[in-house]
């Protein structure tokens, strides 16, 4: 079981999450990486930077036991930076450190205690938030794209037709 919940936590990240990533990014507008539509808003390359310093804390250092180098604050104060392909390869990069530590888990390390971004957990939990976490930006980063993209955007993660087709049988 245990096996299971590491490989699908992995999958979701590298196979699911990070590819409807790229293609909101392809969507976006590339002079609207940093747009946000207020200064308490985050923008599309925010959340690129917030995820893989997430990632990095969370599974390869709390989980992994790497140096915890993390600077939360700047990647919220940043109004400028990278673009948003280099941003995205170094998340790309970090998911794969990521699943590599995921596939060296065992059920033990779920029941074990971590203390992470000064928060005690337990392994299944941290895997739990980093997942539920990942998917909440993406939601966002989608909407961004959308949004900025316009009407005409074409961004669709599901064949409506078939979900539906699916439904009525």
């Given amino acids: 079981m245990t096996d299971t919940f590491f490989e699908e936590s992995a999958r979701y990240l590298r196979d699911v999450y990070l590819?409807?990533?790229?293609?909101a990014l392809e969507?976006?507008?590339?002079?609207?990486?940093?747009?946000?539509?207020?200064?308490?808003a985050i923008s599309f390359?925010?959340?690129l930077s917030h995820l893989e310093g997430n990632v990095r804390q969370w599974v390869l250092s709390g989980l992994g036991?790497?140096?915890?180098?993390?600077?939360?604050?700047?990647?919220?104060?940043?109004?400028?930076?990278?673009?948003?392909?280099?941003?995205?390869?170094?998340?790309e990069a970090t998911v794969e450190?990521?699943?590599?530590?995921l596939a060296g888990l065992r059920e033990q390390d779920l029941?074990?205690?971590?203390?992470?971004?000064?928060?005690?957990?337990?392994?299944?939990?941290?895997?739990?938030?980093?997942?539920?976490?990942?998917?909440?930006?993406?939601?966002?980063?989608?909407?961004?794209a959308k949004a900025r993209a316009?009407?005409?955007?074409?961004l669709a993660f599901y064949d409506e037709a078939r979900?539906?087709?699916?439904?009525?049988?």
């Fill in 19 to 23: 590819p409807r990533l790229a293609a």
């Fill in 27 to 40: 969507t976006l507008p590339t002079e609207d990486v940093w747009w946000r539509p207020h200064p308490e």
């Fill in 45 to 47: 390359g925010t959340i």
């Fill in 65 to 91: 036991g790497q140096p915890d180098e993390r600077d939360r604050a700047s990647e919220f104060s940043a109004e400028v930076g990278p673009d948003g392909r280099a941003l995205l390869a170094r998340l």
């Fill in 97 to 101: 450190q990521a699943c590599g530590v």
């Fill in 111 to 144: 029941e074990r205690s971590f203390t992470i971004q000064g928060f005690e957990t337990t392994g299944w939990s941290a895997v739990y938030h980093v997942v539920e976490h990942f998917s909440w930006h993406t939601g966002q980063a989608t909407w961004i």
């Fill in 150 to 154: 316009g009407a005409g955007h074409g």
């Fill in 163 to 169: 979900i539906n087709a699916a439904r009525n049988e």
